[in-house]
């Protein structure tokens, strides 16, 4: 919407709101701040799950009336098969600016990168996007190489070229988007290589999904910010397994047996105030359908308790 005129006051403040931001090391002039609101939600898994469009139409009636600056998706969207393209459609009502993140689920089926960004109408595996006076940086944690077996979980040579230039060249906020995190054994696999450019170029915060976790860690002056699925989480024990809904369903969605689903979508909208240099995540709580992972016999060293809720927490921390 077009601006009003500023009041004398309202001028002041944000002068002031500018000076300090531009006393942060990598930070340039910003009228704004800078400041950034976006609305983030990862791994619906459309393919699992029975309600996948009820869930991200809850999440896109949020974001509009949270008047969120873009929205985002982390990963584990869905497969680029025709059964999906109605899924893809309740995404493709939003009218702002949305982004994608490629997840390890949306090859299933032996689908090709190339597929998938067709699909989704992506520019590349990886690329980057500014928004609210910050520079986004979204990879492709899928690449060839490592040593994990099954899905691959790695950053290659030339993204992580591309990454260095783009992070050495751009003098304002940084912010990373990746499916798999980047702290964490289950994630990136060389994802201590890529944190270290992070905290070199005083990269801000890194969301990621993946995990079906809660949690919240700093790193270098890097808040790496983990968000739990928008479903559910995943049960690979056998003793775990339990049919929750009614058996038409789980006939539909196989799968089904295997997840602690949660009741309501879960979604958050990020804050990213780079005058403060705070990071500040409004999230969500839903409740389990059926019994809770332990009491499935999902052992707790598997399934922390502590990162495993069906939640995303609310959360104020500091970076850089």
């Keep these: 919407m077009p601006s009003s005129p500023l009041s004398r006051r309202a001028f002041l403040g944000r002068a002031t709101a500018l000076g300090l931001a531009c006393a942060l090391p990598g ?3 910003n009228p704004a701040g800078p400041r950034v ?14 309600d996948g469009p009820a869930r991200l139409a809850a999440f896109l009636a949020a974001m509009r009336a949270a008047e969120v600056d873009f929205i985002a998706q982390l990963g584990d969207f869905c497969v680029p098969h025709a059964r999906n393209r109605a899924f893809l459609e309740v995404w493709r009502s939003w009218t702002g600016p949305a982004y994608h993140v490629l997840g390890n689920h949306d090859f299933d089926g032996g689908y090709r990168p190339e597929q998938v960004r067709a699909f989704y109408g992506m520019p590349s ?3 980057r996007f ?13 690449e060839p190489g ?9 950053i290659g040579p030339a993204q992580l070229a591309w990454l260095e230039a783009g992070l050495r060249t751009t003098p304002g906020p940084k912010v990373v988007l990746v499916h798999q995190p980047l702290d964490d054994p289950q994630g990136v696999e060389n994802g201590a290589e890529v944190r270290a450019l992070l905290e070199r170029h005083g990269v801000a915060a890194c969301l990621s999904g993946h995990l079906h976790q809660d949690y919240l860690r700093l790193l270098g002056g890097v808040a790496h910010l983990q968000l739990n699925s928008a479903s559910y989480h995943w049960l690979g024990e056998p003793a775990a397994a339990r049919e929750t809904l009614a058996p038409e369903v789980h006939r539909a969605h ?7 689903l949660y009741r309501d979508p879960l979604w958050a909208v990020v804050t990213l105030d780079f005058a403060r240099a705070e990071l500040r995540v409004e ?6 359908i059926g019994p809770e992972p332990w009491a499935r016999g999902a052992p707790a060293a598997n399934h922390p308790p502590a990162r495993v809720r069906p939640a995303i927490s609310d959360r104020r921390a500091a970076f850089g």
């Design 283 to 288: 999230g969500r709580a839903s409740a389990w």
């Design 146 to 154: 490592g040593k994990a077996k099954g899905y691959k979980r790695f």
């Design 37 to 50: 609101r976006f609305g983030v939600i990862t791994d619906v898994h459309q393919d699992v799950v029975a």
């Design 125 to 127: 595996s990886y690329y």
């Design 130 to 142: 500014a928004a609210g006076g910050a520079d986004f940086f979204a990879l492709d944690g899928n």
């Design 254 to 260: 196989p799968s089904l047996r295997n997840v602690a």
């Design 27 to 29: 930070c340039v002039p």
